[in-house]
């Protein structure tokens, strides 16, 4: 039974840092396509970033140079490390997990999600 777990969200200020964590079980973990999401309400989910099983890394553009994906295989966790935090960075934040996918950023592509955490930043 797959299973994603997600931790690390809490609220900041505007500019802070904050660093998810998702603890995958259940599954393969090194050979899937994983990816962090996240929806704010009244909004669609978005893709943030993702990370495929040769380590190849997809960012949404309005995260890029702010937001790095990583995992340690070896503990079956995925990471998002968020920098320079903006109010519009406010939503719950999913991680999720694919046995493969042509489009990294589309939530489509993936099979299995954990239940979220939620990053609030104040201006």
């Known amino acids: 039974q797959v299973q994603l777990v997600e931790s690390g969200g809490g609220s900041v200020q505007a500019g802070g840092s904050l660093r998810l964590s998702c603890a995958a079980s259940?599954?393969?973990?090194?050979?899937?396509?994983m990816g962090w999401f996240r929806q704010a309400p009244g909004k669609e989910r978005e893709g943030v970033a993702a990370?495929?099983?040769?380590?190849?890394?997809t960012y949404a553009d309005s995260v890029k140079g702010r937001f790095t994906i990583s995992q340690d295989n070896a503990k079956n966790t995925l990471f998002l490390q968020m920098n320079s935090l903006k109010p519009e960075d406010t939503a719950m934040y999913y991680c999720?997990?694919?046995?493969?996918?042509?489009?990294?950023?589309?939530?489509?592509?993936?099979?299995?999600w954990g239940q979220g955490t939620q990053v609030t930043v104040s201006s």
């Open positions: 259940g599954y393969t973990y090194s050979s899937y396509l």
């Open positions: 999720a997990a694919a046995p493969m996918g042509w489009v990294p950023l589309s939530p489509y592509e993936y099979n299995y």
């Open positions: 990370i495929d099983s040769d380590g190849s890394t």
